[in-house]
């Protein structure tokens, strides 16, 4: 399985951030995967953000649910992340994942640097 990550290098504050990921050698529907997207600040750790599962449900950080709606397009195999109102703090590398829980990773993609400044 296969995970990349695409979509916006540098958005300014208060704007919108979209991210996609691409998924190859297995299906976004099968049984019983999560695919969550992960962010790692600079010198920070890991962060879950939220996850979409097989089925469709999703499941989010509270901290961070108002800001953030995860979607999916199956006939495309891709899931995408949406992030609203950025600040700076939102800077980081962000990665979505596989796993058997949210947040949980068995395939990682390799990580996409996004950068909030004006």
């Known amino acids: 399985v296969r995970l990349q990550e695409s979509g916006q290098g540098l958005v300014k504050p208060s704007q919108t951030l979209d991210l996609t990921c691409t998924v190859s050698?297995?299906?976004?529907?099968?049984?019983?995967?999560?695919w969550s997207w992960i962010r790692q600040p600079p010198g920070k750790g890991l962060e879950w953000m939220g996850a979409?599962?097989?089925?469709?449900?999703?499941f989010y950080n509270p901290s961070l649910k108002s800001r953030t709606s995860i979607s999916r397009d199956t006939s495309a195999n891709k899931f995408t992340l949406q992030l609203n109102s950025v600040s700076p703090k939102d800077t980081a590398v962000y990665f979505c994942i596989r796993g058997p829980l949210p947040g949980i990773a068995e395939y990682w993609g390799q990580g996409t640097q996004v950068t909030v400044s004006s």
């Open positions: 979409i599962h097989y089925s469709g449900s999703t």
């Open positions: 050698g297995g299906s976004i529907t099968t049984h019983y995967y999560y």
